[in-house]
Structures are given as C-alpha cells and as structure tokens.
C-alpha cells in the first residue's frame, strides 16, 4: 500500500505489530538501560588494561552486539515488509527517514552500537585514553554534558524520532557512566540534580515513563548491589546474558501470539531469544570471532 505522497502504509490487517493487545504495557525501561549500559562500559571496559588490550576488548564486545543483530534483522527485512534494509546496518537513525514505528523498532542496539564505535575511535587516540584514565568521572561529566546539546536539540538537527534518536538519548549512556565512577556523595548527588532536571519533558505526555526511568537511574547512581535469592540467580543469569536476543527476536514472534495469547506469547518470546543466544555462541566458539 502507499499514500499520496508515495510511502509505503501498512495494513493493519496484514501487520501484527500494530495490534493493540498486551500482557502489560509499561514503557521506560529501554531509557533505563542505555544508563545500565554506560555503568558497564566503565566496569567491563574501561580497566586498568593497556591501551591496546582495551581496545581489543571493546571492539571484540562491539562485535558480540552488532554481528548477531544485523543477521537477524537482514533476515527480518528478506522475509518481511516491515524494516527497511538501513535497519539491517543498524543505520537507520542516519539514514531512515519513516515516522513509522517499524523501523525504529531497533533503536536501542543501533544506539549502543554507534556509541561504543565512537568512543572505541576516541579512546584508540592515546591522549584522549590518558585523560580518561586521568579524569574518570570527569570525562564522562564532560560527554554528558555534551550529550544534552542532542538532548534539547540545540544545533537544530530536528530528529524524527526525538526520544530515540542515539544524538538525543547518549546523554543517558554517559550519566550511567558517570554514576560508575562517582566516589562520593557530592558527585552522585550532581548526577541526581542533573536526572531530575533533564529527563523531565524527554517524552511527550508519558509521566510514568518519565518517573520510571528517573527511578531506575537514581537507583543505578545510589544503589551498587540489590539482594537476591540464588535459585532466583539462576534463572535471571539465563535471561539477562539472552536479554540482547530476546529483544532482537520478539518482534517477529510476540506479535503473532498475543492477539488472545499474551502470555503464551510472552514465554514464547523468552524461549526464541534464549535459543537465538544458543545458537550464536555455538557459532562463536566454532569460528572463534567473538
């Protein structure tokens, strides 16, 4: 189908996704993670490692991410009207131009992706990986701060997608970056003052996707450890290291099962993510290029 200026609409009698039917729809928890993944970039990547070892590890991690996820989702646009093939680069954010949801489906893993390639540029110039090593809650400070010129639009870019737009939301990544370096209470309390004032407003109308992503930062900034029970341990191990997978997957498999299945199609969707991790490390281990 198409509209009068020649885009391509879908059918919602042909496209499951736009189906409003859901076990629970709560939204905030994917801005939530983008501080998650920039606390661990500092504590997995950013190590008292030389240089060069630093390096290799972050670019073998960003392998570990964008491999996997431009298979899928090439696989998703061959078979399926839905993506366009500038989501399969994981470029779309650059490159895409659609309103529609569809292609902004994976902003999140196109968002990660193109921060660690900059910041593995950035890092592999050794001034730079001195001053970090230098100033380490400064240099996060800094990019966060640098961050927020995307975050209110301030050059103009006008993205089509405000909120999801990687220049927009890596303000999130480097404050979850600045909370893992914060030593004292001062600092921590600078990253809360600079959460209130600036996630406020993010998303239109949403309070609490707003008030659930300010929860889950601040509790990223002051909480280090939360307690757990092992048997619980076990199986949350299993779904966090498939959590990358579940999300590549979901889209071509929930949407089919909810309509009258939601929960059915929610355990389905864990079971598809966990096997596609399956799959991928077993690939991995026998080329050995992750």
């Not at 039917?21 to 500092?42: E, P, S």
Request: net charge positive; aromatic share 12%.
């Amino acid at each position: 189908m198409g509209d009068e200026h020649g885009r391509r609409v879908r059918d919602p009698q042909r496209c499951p996704h736009v189906r409003p039917h859901a076990l629970f729809d709560v939204k905030g928890f994917a801005h939530v993670l983008l501080g998650v993944a920039g606390y661990n970039f500092a504590r997995f990547q950013l190590t008292d490692a030389g240089r060069r070892e630093r390096l290799r590890r972050l670019w073998r991690s960003i392998a570990r991410i964008a491999v996997p996820s431009m298979v899928w989702i090439t696989c998703a646009v061959v078979l399926t009207d839905f993506y366009e093939p500038a989501n399969a680069l994981l470029l779309n954010s650059l490159f895409g131009q659609a309103t529609d949801r569809f292609e902004w489906a994976y902003w999140f893993v196109e968002a990660l992706v193109h921060f660690l390639v900059v910041l593995a540029v950035l890092l592999a110039i050794p001034l730079l990986d001195r001053l970090e090593r230098r100033y380490a809650f400064g240099v996060p400070l800094i990019l966060m701060g640098i961050g927020l010129i995307g975050r209110y639009d301030l050059l103009g870019l006008e993205p089509v997608r405000p909120h999801l737009s990687p220049t927009v939301v890596f303000w999130l990544f480097a404050l979850g970056w600045a909370a893992a370096r914060a030593c004292t209470a001062g600092q921590r309390a600078l990253l809360t003052a600079t959460l209130l004032l600036t996630v406020p407003g993010l998303f239109q109308d949403q309070p609490l996707r707003t008030a659930i992503v300010i929860a889950g930062l601040v509790l990223l900034i002051w909480v280090p450890t939360l307690p757990s029970l092992a048997p619980v341990n076990a199986l949350v191990g299993v779904l966090a290291s498939s959590t990358l997978y579940i999300y590549l997957t979901h889209y071509q498999v929930y949407p089919y099962l909810e309509d009258g299945f939601p929960l059915t199609a929610l355990f389905a969707s864990l079971a598809v993510g966990v096997g596609y991790r399956a799959v991928v490390t077993r690939m991995a281990r026998r080329i050995r290029w992750l």
